[in-house]
């Protein structure tokens, strides 16, 4: 575990320089073969060829996309975490993504609509009002809000927007087709406008989450600890939430339901960083803005030319670790 | 185990033995639904076996919009069609030609109860979607299944001729094939010696993301049939297979001379517009992109439809205005209504 | 199980709920008196599902029909052939999912347990899905063993990572949901990759629905639930005595692991080949139980034949529900379940104060 201050500075940095590199790398990749240097002269001149363009246009925005998600989906897990004191809380255990997902096929179901930028808001409100029915049932009842507890009522809560959605989409065989990639979580073909409409809410998100996060530090300690040192426990907890709704909320309209990074990343930062959450918060930005690019990669070249749902990719490596830590935590 | 069977209650032994009674009765009558058509039957050899069908049926029930095609080219009118709920899931020449039907539901699990009540005398549904009910609609009427998945321009003559069989129309069958062929022919002749442009045919998924339709995708067969060029770059991808979807950086890698576009209520290009990649598009800049619908370029799938892809597409590639929509069989001399 | 007696098993169709014969007789008259209700109220079900349809049958005129004395051939044609299978696999797949259920919560002492929740059946879906999707021309006979297969590796994966030392309820739980996770994400592969009338039909049986379902699927569903149901219906006793805890168990006489193995193998495979016919109808294994033992309290003797009644009624119910509310299309029962279920469940939730 890092100690010193300069320590975790200095990881820091070398961890922002690790996501510079997936960045170059990301963007190096695609169908078309685009040499590293070609790719670092397209930002140096635009000479407005297609590789440019390519470059410019598209795999620019998808590296910038996969870095903003995976930073939105590990900052919203790690307050999570904290928030409930609930080491397996992740948006996408919690129901967010089956929340977005009905919403969005309930969009282009009833609607029609099929661009992305409506995917993205609809996908946002969706998002929301899962993440308040989930955490609103989680806290009624007796006692504290247990890690079953809101697993279990997130897994419920999913189930039933899940079969929801597989009802309209057994409805209409237009719209599974039109919809089932972006059900399995991707980036393919996000460009830089749907970035930019999301980036307010993501800014939002993250300062507000960075400007709580000694007060999140002290309630991991308990409500009576915050409480005593002079902390407003109800307002920190609520804004926390709002900034988990804007993070999570803006990672599924950009990618659509991506699961486990929220959980995965935020576990791996604390056992480095310890448990103050003003460091936890900016390494786990970073941490996985890096294994969601890493995610994204592998689901690009794994099987060329076709591209696997990155959802499906960050499943297959944060289920397992999910089941680890719930072992090692019976375990206790 | 049998010991224990025999040391039941006297209520269990008593349950038992009347469930034992009415099953037995209920699988004596299972076998004998509607089946017993008077007159003649045939038998007629497709994708499940061989199946005896009546001599001329009358009620035929058409569970995949390429064999409603098919009937419609034959100028068959089926009684019941799965129309997925909207009529307008199938393409207005072959609703004009078909006159009134009955929807039984949707191609996905057609309402068999509908179905029985139309009273066919035959069912023409298919492998990949109905294998699984083949003995509850067996039940209902004499069933036949074909395949039209990976059909191509030769398989869709072939299964047409296999649904004139079952309707003993191969006489009909063969005349609109001659017919066709000789359209065909004729839209072939209008493609233009020089003209080497590579042709493509998508479907837009969402923003960036199309699907390609391969070299031998249904499309591409007819297309190339007609003497269309087919961009060979598409080879690369499973044909016919849903899983090529690609970006558009995939799509500026084939990047073809002309764009067919297959689109409908839900899948658009809308989206594709203001990127600049796709308008660096070989075929968005020479403005040889044409949107087309999908009902018709896709799903149809029968003779009809293959006329009025052909029709299209040549029309739009080498300037000759499409032909009106009814053009399609409603050619004097062959294959006039014939009931 | 010799020729004679699958004969036998071929007669008794579907009604799992009858089998509880020879254990009713050791019930008390409370148990036996409501399980003798919910059997009228499953009959009740099945003879209003079958009489409803787009050409309504009064009962009287089901029961005739059903009985062979109906002089309407193309009532006796409906009925026979199209309806009363399906509601007798509507019977029978909630039958074996609830008595599933009603294992797997005595096993782990958690009423939270259930199939669905700790991925058994995410397992037999990607399974089925795999099969369906990835070989289109396979026959649908194969289904069965494959989702009956994908099931039991995840119950062995289960065993091994939860359960091979100790048995804690929360750990089971956390583990089986990682699990279904990791099915799920395969079975989201298949959706993505697959061809839209594949993928269609795959959806449909993930919901779970008795659509179509014939003769065919209940004569080859009922030598599992046969097979599976007494051991079930025996083991109960032994289960009762493990829900003291181990130790006592032991103490008593009851061979701790084997008992255990023994009933998760029973759950296992009751879930799944139930999964198989109906694809994953989703909650029933976690509500009727529940229910059950509202109305019979906790020994499993009574519980699990009241369970089993309970299940059947909960799908018989959802299937003619599902075909009642829109006029075109069904909706599967799988989605009625989950609606019931999801509220159900949260609701436990809520009650149970120390998760």
Same mark, same amino acid.
């Given at each position: 575990m890092l100690r010193s201050r300069y320590a975790l500075l200095l990881g820091l940095a070398v961890c922002t320089a690790v996501l510079a590199v997936g960045l170059v790398v990301s963007i190096h990749f695609g169908a078309s073969r685009i040499g590293v240097m070609d790719v670092l002269r397209a930002f140096a001149d635009h000479d407005g060829s297609r590789d440019d363009l390519i470059v410019r246009t598209i795999r620019v925005p998808r590296a910038l996309g996969a870095a903003l998600v995976g930073a939105c989906l590990a900052v919203a897990g790690a307050i999570m975490q904290g928030l409930t004191r609930n080491p397996l809380a992740d948006p996408g255990i919690l129901g967010i993504n089956a929340g977005a997902a009905f919403a969005v096929v309930t969009a282009v179901f009833v609607f029609g609509t099929t661009s992305l930028s409506t995917y993205a808001l609809v996908a946002f409100v969706g998002a929301a009002v899962a993440a308040t029915l989930v955490y609103g049932i989680g806290s009624v009842g007796r006692g504290e809000m247990g890690p079953m507890r809101l697993a279990i009522v997130g897994a419920a809560v999913a189930a039933l927007l899940s079969s929801f959605t597989t009802a309209m989409l057994i409805l209409s065989e237009q719209t599974l087709d039109t919809i089932r990639f972006w059900l399995a979580g991707s980036l393919l073909g996000r460009d830089l406008a749907l970035l930019q409409q999301i980036s307010p809410y993501v800014c939002a998100g993250l300062l507000l989450a960075l400007a709580l996060s000694r007060r999140i530090t002290a309630l991991m300690l308990g409500d009576d600890v915050a409480t005593g040192l002079g902390q407003r426990t109800r307002l920190t907890k609520s804004l926390a939430a709002l900034s988990v709704v804007l993070l999570a909320g803006s990672a599924v309209a950009v990618a659509g339901p991506v699961g486990f990074i929220g959980l995965v990343v935020p576990h791996a930062v604390r056992f480095v960083v310890g448990l103050d959450y003003r460091w936890i918060l900016p390494y786990s930005a970073v941490v996985g803005g890096i294994v969601l690019l890493g995610a994204d990669i592998v689901s690009r070249v794994a099987l060329r030319p076709q591209e696997i749902p990155v959802g499906v990719t960050t499943a297959l490596v944060g289920a397992p670790f999910f089941i680890y830590l719930a072992r090692s935590r019976a375990r206790q | 185990m049998s010991s224990r069977v025999g040391n039941r209650g006297r209520r269990g032994i008593g349950t038992v033995s009347l469930l034992a009674a009415v099953l037995l009765l209920v699988t004596a009558c299972a076998g004998g639904g509607g089946g017993d058509t008077a007159g003649a039957t045939r038998p007629v050899a497709h994708d499940m076996g061989e199946t005896m069908v009546p001599d001329r049926p009358q009620r035929v029930v058409a569970l995949e919009f390429p064999y409603v095609d098919m009937l419609a080219s034959l100028d068959a009118s089926p009684v019941g069609v799965v129309d997925d709920g909207d009529p307008e899931n199938l393409i207005p020449q072959v609703r004009e030609r078909i006159g009134e039907w009955q929807s039984v539901g949707t191609r996905a699990e057609p309402d068999l109860e509908q179905i029985a009540n139309l009273q066919p005398d035959l069912i023409i549904a298919d492998n990949d979607r109905h294998a699984g009910i083949y003995d509850e609609l067996s039940a209902i009427a004499p069933t036949v299944v074909f395949t039209v998945r990976y059909s191509g321009y030769q398989e869709t003559l072939d299964v047409t001729r296999k649904v004139a069989e079952a309707l003993n129309r191969t006489d009909a069958a063969n005349a609109e094939i001659d017919r066709l062929n000789g359209r065909l022919d004729a839209f072939a002749r209008t493609v233009p010696e020089g003209d080497k442009r590579q042709t493509l045919a998508i479907i837009p998924r969402e923003r960036g993301t199309a699907q390609i339709q391969g070299k031998g995708s249904y499309v591409a067969d007819v297309l190339e049939r007609v003497g269309v060029p087919y961009a060979p770059e598409a080879a690369a991808f499973p044909a016919d297979s849903d899983s090529s979807s690609v970006g558009l950086e995939g799509l500026a890698e084939i990047d073809p001379d002309v764009l067919f576009v297959m689109t409908d209520a839900e899948t658009t290009m809308d989206d594709w517009q203001g990127s600049e990649v796709w308008q660096s598009l070989r075929a968005v800049r020479a403005g040889d992109v044409y949107p087309v619908d999908r009902a018709l370029w896709t799903r149809s799938r029968g003779l009809v439809s293959m006329e009025l892809i052909a029709d299209e597409g040549t029309g739009m590639l080498y300037g000759r205005a499409p032909e009106g929509g009814g053009a399609a069989g409603v050619d004097p001399g062959t294959g006039g209504p014939s009931n | 199980m010799g020729r004679p007696m699958s004969v036998v098993s071929r007669l008794t169709t579907g009604e799992a709920t009858l089998r509880a014969g020879p254990v009713s007789l050791r019930l008390d008259r409370r148990a036996t008196l409501i399980f003798i209700v919910l059997c009228l109220v499953v009959f009740a079900g099945v003879v209003l599902n079958v009489g409803y349809g787009p050409y309504p049958v009064p009962p009287p005129a089901v029961v005739r029909t059903v009985l062979g004395l109906g002089d309407d051939a193309g009532q006796a044609f409906v009925i026979n052939t199209l309806r009363l299978p399906r509601a007798l696999v509507a019977v029978a797949v909630g039958a074996a999912l609830a008595v599933s259920g009603a294992i797997l919560q005595g096993l782990t002492r958690n009423g939270l347990a259930a199939p669905d929740i700790v991925g058994v059946n995410a397992g037999a879906s990607l399974a089925a899905v795999s099969l369906i999707v990835a070989v289109p021309s396979v026959s649908a006979a194969y289904l069965q063993p494959a989702a009956l297969g994908g099931a039991f590796i995840v119950a062995a994966l289960l065993y091994v990572l939860a359960w091979r030392r100790d048995s804690s309820p929360v750990r089971l739980v956390l583990v089986g949901i990682g699990l279904g996770a990791i099915a799920g994400a395969g079975t989201t592969f298949m959706i993505t990759f697959g061809e839209v009338q594949q993928v269609s039909l795959a959806l449909i049986w993930l919901t779970g629905s008795v659509y179509g379902r014939g003769w065919d699927e209940l004569y080859s569903f009922l030598p599992w639930l046969l097979l599976f149901l007494p051991p079930a219906l025996f083991l109960a006793r032994r289960l009762n005595a493990l829900n003291l805890g181990d130790d006592v168990a032991h103490v008593i006489g009851v061979p701790v692991r084997r008992t255990r193995a023994l009933l998760l193998l029973t759950s296992v495979a009751l879930a799944g080949t139930a999964v198989a016919t109906a &694809?994953?109808? &989703?909650f029933v294994a976690l509500m009727a139980p529940h229910i059950a033992r509202r109305m019979v309290g906790t020994s499993h003797g009574s519980l699990i034949p009241v369970a089993a009644v309970t299940g059947a009624a909960i799908v018989v119910g959802a299937d003619l529900v599902g075909r009642a509310v829109l006029p075109q299309v069904e909706i599967p029962a799988g989605i009625v379940t989950a609606i019931l279920g999801a509220p159900f469940f949260i609701y436990l939730l809520y009650r149970s104060r120390n998760t």
């Open positions: - | - | &694809g994953t109808i &989703g």
